[in-house]
């Protein structure tokens, strides 16, 4: 799935620590729709805007929508 960078499919979701845009229409809309869910604090990376120092962690799932993490930038991931 590829919405080119308008936030559609939702394969993107992340969770993002540090200095960012705020969420989009968009990406509030999508992330509230399954399998995500509005409470995980994960983010659309195509829809984030970085202003600063971040650090991105990708969860499991086609989504990302678990919670087994599948990359952090620190190399930490679950078996």
Known sequence: INCLGIGTCGT?????EGEVSEPT???????????????????????????????VTKYEGFWGETQGVKWTPDGEASA
């Open 12 to 16: 993107c979701a992340v969770a993002v």
């Open 25 to 55: 229409w968009q990406e509030n809309v999508r992330l509230s729709v399954f399998p995500h869910q509005s409470d995980n604090n994960r983010r659309l990376a195509c829809q984030v805007q970085v202003l600063g120092d971040i650090k």
